[in-house]
């Protein structure tokens, strides 16, 4: 029983993450294909479809598969950022892929100036953000 309450009450910081309501933001940092397609079915039954996304990926991860992935969510916007660190992809080549995938999609220098871009569409048009794709770019966010 103390191991159950322990469980209940635990918290991941960064894991389907609810970090403003108003706009409504949610930070996950499903940071390989097996967690984005796992992010993606519980946001599905969670939150709907078509959020702004805020998603930033490591180079070195399977970034495309995880582009395709994310876009089963048909986002209404995805805005592509590079967070801090060499292994980051950069937002310039991920925003070309949301956009071959057929998403509205474009590139902000820093994760800050893309969730503030994000929380601005999401709240005119009334929408949900995901911030994904790598702990790091949820980190940033984070710590602000």
């Given at each position: 029983?103390?191991?159950a309450?322990?469980?209940?009450?635990?918290?991941?910081?960064?894991?389907m993450?609810?970090?403003s309501?108003?706009p409504?933001v949610?930070?996950d940092g499903?940071?390989?294909?097996?967690?984005?397609?796992?992010?993606?079915k519980?946001?599905?039954?969670?939150?709907?479809?078509?959020?702004?996304?805020?998603?930033g990926?490591?180079?070195?991860k399977?970034?495309?598969?995880?582009a395709?992935?994310?876009?089963?969510?048909?986002?209404?916007?995805?805005?592509?950022?590079r967070p801090?660190?060499?292994?980051?992809?950069?937002?310039?080549?991920?925003?070309?892929?949301?956009?071959?995938?057929?998403?509205?999609?474009?590139?902000?220098?820093s994760?800050?100036g893309?969730l503030?871009?994000?929380?601005?569409?999401?709240l005119?048009?009334?929408?949900?953000?995901?911030?994904?794709g790598?702990l790091?770019?949820?980190?940033?966010?984070?710590?602000?």
């Amino acid at each position: 029983k103390a191991i159950a309450k322990g469980l209940a009450k635990a918290k991941w910081p960064g894991r389907m993450q609810v970090f403003s309501r108003k706009p409504l933001v949610v930070l996950d940092g499903a940071h390989n294909l097996a967690g984005v397609q796992a992010l993606v079915k519980s946001f599905q039954k969670i939150f709907g479809a078509k959020p702004v996304l805020v998603v930033g990926i490591m180079k070195d991860k399977d970034w495309r598969a995880m582009a395709r992935t994310l876009c089963m969510l048909k986002p209404s916007l995805v805005i592509a950022a590079r967070p801090a660190g060499e292994r980051s992809l950069d937002a310039e080549i991920l925003s070309a892929e949301f956009s071959r995938l057929g998403a509205n999609a474009f590139a902000e220098k820093s994760v800050k100036g893309a969730l503030k871009i994000a929380m601005e569409k999401a709240l005119a048009k009334k929408k949900t953000v995901l911030v994904c794709g790598s702990l790091y770019t949820v980190g940033e966010v984070l710590q602000g």
